[in-house]
DNA sequence: CGTAGAGGATTGTTCAACGATCCCTCAATA
DNA sequence: TATTGAGGGATCGTTGAACAATCCTCTACG
């Protein structure tokens, strides 16, 4: 019997989730993520209120709950806006990425492991790099890091860094030269798997530093030519 | 001019930070910080919308501010209380907050470094121990530890540190035995900025894990028999 | 003593309205 | 020509009200 209510119990997270905010704000993190509302986009309340067929109360919740995790961002009177990082923000993304990530592999026990989602994340970007599915790569990509700091073993530690991956989508989307940009690493993701296969938590700690600093190198070098102004 | 033009847009971010509902969940959140509404209190929408003259809709919004800093948790039908941390949220966030302050210690560069608001942050504890103030002893401890997570230079990991402390506040309050919680800490603040103005990072970042390590196992012992449940 | 049900209170959600603010346009002026 | 200022339209911010859904309490009954 204490079985059972466990289970409920844990259905219940699903039942409670039908809020219409969340799927509206569901709806609307897919669309920025696939690119079609583009940065800097204004979400007018009267238009995308009026085209799902919700409220504008319900939709500010929404809009809410997006610039909270920093894809909107929001002017007062003016509305919100489909976030345009800035150089800086890359920057900032990537420090908080080297300092999390790094600690995560150097903070792990004994080994082995629960390694898993990190191998399927690396099979998911091989299967997409054959595919030529080079978006694909890139989530693939932001997967492996995900499941990296999963390790980690801390709700609020994954969770920060998922809104940090999602912002970086941001960043990749503007970049938009998604071949060059995720195909070299990979085999760096490989590598890094391997170590941590092997138990070598300061080699994969030092592969993943070179891994971050590369990458925001490549992105901030495109990134400046895209946005005009400095950041 | 160009200088002048530069400074101005600095205080433009001053300028626009005027919502209702903001200044209404600013004012909530220190009431709540300061134990005013201790963990568990239910914040009824009529009483205080009234009691602070702004509708419910605006408050409501204020409440769902709040509810994404995790200081309050939303009940369908029920209405929003002032978070109760489990004994696991304790520990999660004391796991991130090992990971993350140490990696910012053993992440500095070389010495010297910034460490004026360090040091103001212990002779702000100092102070506060000499008059008694165990409480302003406690926010003189957090005060310390922003500081230190501040010397990362990293604007994202900063705020997150900054509403992990904030909920770390709200364990406090349950616990409320602010003297013996938080009066060993003060010594322990000293040394680990010594070490720092030694430039020994390696040092310091062993005494704050170290730190942190007795700071879990006494307030979860002490959380233990405060919330009957388990966690 | 335990349980079912009625009633009151509170929240969930939407809508309409009004004031405030911003943006754009256009004319006036130096 | 470039700058300033006024006006109009659009959008946002906030409120108040309304109604449905849900929860809590208390009563009545077996």
Redesign the interface.
Known sequence: MAEQLKDLADDRALL?RTSTAERVSDILRSRIAEGYFPPGTRLSEDSIGGALGVSR?TL??AF??LT?ERLLVH??NRGVFVRVLTVEDVE??Y??R???E???VR?LGDPPYGLDGLAGAVEEGRRAAREGDWKGVGTANIHFHRELVAL??????AE?MRS?FAELRLAFHVVDEPQRLHEPYIARNVAILRALQDGDREQAATLLAGYLDDSLERVVEVYRRRVGEDG
């Open positions: 409670g109360n500010r919740e809410r709950l909270h002017e007062l900032d993304i420090r908080t080297r300092l999390v790094c600690a995560v903070g980690a073993g801390s709700e609020r530690t920060l940090v």
